[in-house]
């Protein structure tokens, strides 16, 4: 015949040895930082050398409103195009036609006028470095 199973504990004391156990083991994990001290309050030294408290969140700033679409430049007079972007930095003759580049902030911009000094035929975003993803056009032109 089977011996039966032992109802006491192996832990000398017991039950009430393994209930402090536990409570001692809640209570560490009440604190969220396990009882060190995070500095919270204090001056954070690269914060006052940029010249902000530690612990505030600054907003990052508004993006600018999307400019016009490609779309808008489409058939109009070259005039349009540099009132929106200012002066071309390269303006290339190809023929009858020019081929024009504008360089913004962060992505160029580039058109073929037809004919010359005449209406924008086609224009596009493009990167500032080569390899890069073009930009959409609106995101391209924000802000203008």
Do not use: H, W
């Not at 890069?132 to 609106?138: E, G, L, S, T, V």
Request: glycine share 14%; with cysteine.
């Amino acid at each position: 015949m089977k011996k039966p199973l032992s109802t006491k504990s192996p832990v000398r004391g017991g039950l009430p040895f393994l209930s402090i156990l536990f409570a001692a083991s809640l209570a560490a994990c009440t604190t969220p930082t396990g009882g060190r001290d995070t500095g919270a309050g204090r001056a954070d030294p690269l914060g006052e050398l940029i010249g902000r408290e530690a612990g505030t969140n600054e907003e990052a700033p508004a993006p600018a409103a999307l400019g016009p679409a490609a779309e808008t430049f489409i058939g109009a007079p070259v005039g349009t195009l540099e009132a929106a972007l200012g002066s071309p930095a390269l303006t290339r003759r190809e023929g009858a036609n020019e081929f024009r580049r504008y360089d913004l902030e962060d992505c160029r911009v580039y058109a073929v006028v037809a004919p010359a000094g005449g209406n924008v035929q086609t224009v596009s975003a493009g990167p500032l470095v080569a390899g890069k993803a073009a930009p959409d056009f609106r995101v391209c032109t924000a802000g203008r």
